[in-house]
């Protein structure tokens, strides 16, 4: 089994996701981009993730119904939320449902590793 | 032309009540979170804002800056809407953004507890136990907005015209009952609201036009209008860039005329290092929020600390890095090498400014090294400062050398700057009230009422005194001076002595009364 974190990354923009994607894996992790919500889900019913960061507003499938199914079917999974469009309101229930953390966009990619590092800290606690 | 704004929790009924009145008015509705969304388009970077607040985390400079830009852009919207026909709006913060608008009629929408719990039990589809905490976490979170945004109590029921308890009374009742509160004429436009509202949005719109110009994005000014003539009011520190404010403005449609004012006090506090926690600081904030003045901070280090990176020299690139640059060319995701310089700052001074900031009183921060005619040619001189406080300089080399090295400044600073130069342990007597002080009015007082009673009980032996010399007292006929020489050293001494007593008793009420 390979012991590279697994990182799965929604995002309805291209751009977010090789950005990202590029930054991410220069910190040795295993990241997977997904377009849509349906493909996310798609493979999250394939391979389980340690950790999944997913934007709040993308197409048809949203990222807390991805976040209902993450803590549905691999609820150790660390959910992480991101979207330029946060609000308070939002946020908390992306909290309450059982999301690790939430950025606000614009944000750069060492806010999304130190919270991707503190959710792998979680994850060997686990 | 009529405005309705409505302030809600959440899940307390507030939208549909929005949403059914403005049906019955034949009104458009509009909901915060359009508004949101609006602003978040047009570059706005709102949910940071709301994180900010969510994370109960202190606004730093940039963020107070968006936040004034967010306030522009809900204002300039609502203002728009309603200025073509009626307007409800249902958020948080309505019943605030138009301050002077009096024909706006101000709701606040409330249900029981407990059906809001279910609500967001039922629709989010959560437990019990979490419905409650997320209620109480949001309605937290809407406290801390209005209170950051605008610096009231959004549960203030004095904020508002009626508070509307749907627990017992359904949605369609409740709007048909507040259609007739609508028709009240105290809810009616009129010429002068018409023209307060053209204000604003014309003061809002100008905010917003140097808010999108990369070179005044920075800058932390206010702005307001009066029938097209366009006052805005900058910090000392932006004088570089007040040239630009009229030029970026041009493009406003309706602004006649411009006028531009520097902030008219401003405080420079010089200090070896910064300490949040000390009682200067606090006193600072206080004489500053007296004064309506901005502080100006210049940490000044020891010979062998590195400085750290002062906003003066970052270059225009690192500089514009440190804003909220949010472009579809980024997706929203910035260069790790973005330079955040207020993370560069040691905690002291960051953590000083942002008391400042949060104080409303920030105004702008330098760190250099050197003795103090380096510090005197770093000072901008076209700044009118109104007092420049001394601090503990090289606090790390012992007390002696600091308190001389301070005392050296201070001295330095006076002869060369016309204004007034204080060490920061002298405010508290020179600007505070304390019990010290409260001792020294008392005896000011003692003196000045002995002084007074004196004379008054004895007018007339005074008044012969002064007028033909008599000698009130034998032991000077037995001397042999002359009455006249002794009644005018008399008032000689009494005079200065009198005025001495009384300017220090007048000098503390006036303290008291907070008249600097």
Redesign the interface.
């Known amino acids: 089994m390979e012991d590279r974190l697994q990182i799965m990354l929604v995002d309805d923009e291209e751009i977010v996701g090789k950005r990202l994607k590029s930054s991410l894996e220069k910190e040795g992790y295993a990241i997977e981009f997904f377009l849509t919500g349906s493909e996310a889900l798609k493979r999250l019913d394939e391979k389980h993730f340690d950790i999944v960061v997913t934007d709040i507003r993308i197409d048809e499938i949203d990222g807390l119904e991805i976040l209902d199914a993450v803590m549905e079917n691999s609820p150790e999974t660390k959910t992480i939320m991101i979207t330029g469009y946060a609000t308070a309101e939002i946020a908390r229930e992306a909290l309450a449902k059982g999301a690790f953390d939430f950025i606000a966009k614009p944000f750069r990619p060492k806010d999304l590793r130190e919270v991707i590092i503190k959710a792998a800290r979680q994850i060997k606690r686990d | 032309m009529q405005i309705i704004c409505i302030s809600r929790g ?1 899940f307390s009924g507030g939208k549909k009540l929005a949403e059914a009145l403005a049906e019955k008015l034949g009104f458009d509705c509009l909901a915060r ?1 359009e508004l ?2 609006m602003a ?1 388009a047009s570059g706005i ?4 804002l ?2 900010t ?2 994370r109960r985390r202190p606004m730093t400079e940039a963020m107070i800056i968006e936040r004034e830009r967010y306030k522009a852009f809900v204002t300039s919207v609502l203002c728009e809407r309603a200025r073509s026909r009626g307007l409800v709006y249902h958020g948080r913060t309505g019943h605030l953004v138009l301050p002077g608008v009096t024909h706006v009629l101000r709701l606040r929408a409330i249900l029981d507890p407990e059906q809001r719990v279910l609500s967001a039990m039922d629709r ?3 437990s019990r136990e ?2 409650q ?2 209620i109480n ?2 309605d937290e ?2 406290h801390r ?1 209005v209170r950051t945004l605008y610096n009231a109590d959004w549960k203030d029921p004095t904020s508002y015209d009626l508070v509307v308890n749907l627990s017992h009374m359904s949605v369609e009742n409740a709007a048909t009952a507040l259609v007739s509160m609508a028709q009240l004429p105290e809810f009616q436009a009129t010429p002068a609201t018409k023209q307060k509202i053209d204000d604003l949005l014309l003061a809002s719109r100008c905010r917003l036009a140097l808010g999108s110009d990369p070179r005044s994005r920075d800058m932390d000014v206010k702005v307001r209008s009066d029938g097209g003539i366009v006052s805005v009011t900058y910090l000392p520190r932006h004088e570089g860039k007040a040239e630009l404010i009229p030029e970026v403005l041009a493009t406003v449609p309706d602004v006649n005329e411009v006028l531009c004012t520097m902030a008219s006090t401003n405080v420079l506090w010089i200090q070896g290092k910064f300490d949040p926690q000390s009682e200067s600081l606090e006193q600072i904030v206080d004489i500053a929020t007296r004064w309506n003045a901005a502080v100006e901070l210049m940490e000044i280090k020891d010979e062998e600390e590195p400085a750290s990176p002062a906003p003066e020299s970052l270059t225009p690139e690192q500089k514009s890095d440190a804003g ?3 472009s ?9 090498e ?1 330079f955040d310089y207020e993370t560069e700052l040691d905690e002291g001074l960051r953590k000083t400014r942002q008391r400042l900031i949060s104080a409303g009183r920030a105004g702008g921060y330098r760190v250099l090294k050197g003795c103090p005619k380096d510090v005197l040619s770093s000072i901008d001189r076209t700044v009118d400062y109104n007092l420049v406080v001394v601090g503990d300089l090289c606090p790390s080399k012992g007390s002696s050398v600091s308190k001389r090295r301070t005392q050296e400044m201070v001295s330095y600073l006076l002869d060369n700057m016309h204004v007034p130069v204080i060490e920061a342990s002298e405010m508290k007597s020179q600007f505070m009230f304390g019990p010290a002080q409260f001792m020294k009015l008392l005896g000011f007082a003692a003196m000045v009422v002995i002084m007074v009673f004196g004379v008054m009980s004895h007018q007339k032996d005074v008044l012969e005194f002064i007028s033909k010399g008599t000698c009130l007292f034998s032991a000077c006929e037995e001397v042999g001076m002359s009455n006249r020489i002794l009644s005018a050293l008399a008032i000689a001494l009494f005079v200065p002595v009198f005025a001495f007593c009384y300017g220090g008793f007048t000098r503390f009420i006036f303290r008291i009364l907070r008249f600097d």
């Open positions: 959440t979170e949101t969304d978040t970077p709102v949910g940071k709301e994180m607040v969510v989010l589809r959560l979490k419905a905490s997320y976490d949001v979170d809407r907005w909220f640059p949010y579809s060319e980024n997706g929203g995701i910035l260069d790790d973005a």
